[in-house]
């Protein structure tokens, strides 16, 4: 089981925007910025997506967004295309510990 | 270019040993800590263990504490994970992964990982 919960899946079509969510506590997801959203698709590594709740490294398209309320972080997904269809997941980071959430696998219909 | 090429993993008894390598380029390796984070066969990502840059600090997941060493050779470039006692529940795609700054930081550069399959 997980520290941090993910919906197993989602589904979206093309053009459609979907929303996944990160449920921690209030000892890490609610009380610190430190949520990232990591993108996997099968048989590769896993590709940050989003850090520090909002962030998005150099190249990661603006498509990509996050967010936080409460103990709940968000990625929100606009645009969907065909290529978003993947595995993701959240993770909290300090620099004592690391927790990733269960992952969620998105279907583009 | 960042590149992490991880090496090491196959088939082993339970309550054997194993050592993963990790030859990392395209960055100062000794400047960053590295992690290794597993991914069991359909499942999802677990954090196994970290190390500072300079190797001073090492930390572990609660399943793997007391039967996994982390260490780092920084003249070579190499990261490793000395895996002992294993068990059927280790088996994985282990990942070694860089940090992306200095304190509370996400993983930026992962590489393709190494299949770790423990036999029963």
């Known amino acids: 089981q997980s520290a941090l919960t993910q919906p197993a899946s989602v589904s979206g079509s093309p053009g459609q925007s979907i929303t996944i969510s990160c449920t921690g506590t209030?000892?890490?997801?609610?009380?610190?910025?430190?949520v990232s959203w990591y993108q996997q698709h099968p048989a590769t590594a896993p590709k940050l997506l989003i850090y520090?709740?909002?962030d998005r490294p150099s190249g990661v398209s603006n498509r990509f967004s996050g967010s936080k309320s409460g103990n709940t972080a968000s990625l929100t997904i606009s645009g969907l295309q065909p290529e978003d269809e993947a595995d993701y997941y959240c993770s909290f980071y300090t620099s004592t510990r690391v927790m990733f959430g269960g992952g969620t696998k998105l279907t583009v219909l | 270019e960042v590149q992490l090429v991880e090496s090491g993993g196959g088939l082993v008894q339970r309550g054997g040993s194993l050592r993963l390598s990790c030859v990392a380029s395209?960055?100062?390796?000794?400047?960053?800590?590295m992690n290794w984070v597993r991914q069991a066969p359909g499942e999802g990502l677990e954090w196994v263990s970290a190390i500072s840059a300079g190797g001073g600090l090492t930390l572990y997941g609660d399943s793997v504490q007391g039967r996994f060493t982390i260490s780092r050779d920084n003249s070579r470039n190499t990261l490793y994970l000395q895996m002992d006692s294993l068990r059927a529940e280790d088996t994985a795609i282990y990942y070694c992964a860089k940090v992306f700054r200095l304190g509370d930081t996400p993983f930026d550069h992962w590489g393709q990982g190494t299949l770790v399959t423990v036999s029963s």
């Open positions: 395209g960055f100062t390796f000794s400047s960053h800590a």
């Open positions: 520090d709740v909002s």
């Open positions: 209030s000892s890490d997801v609610g009380g610190y910025k430190f």
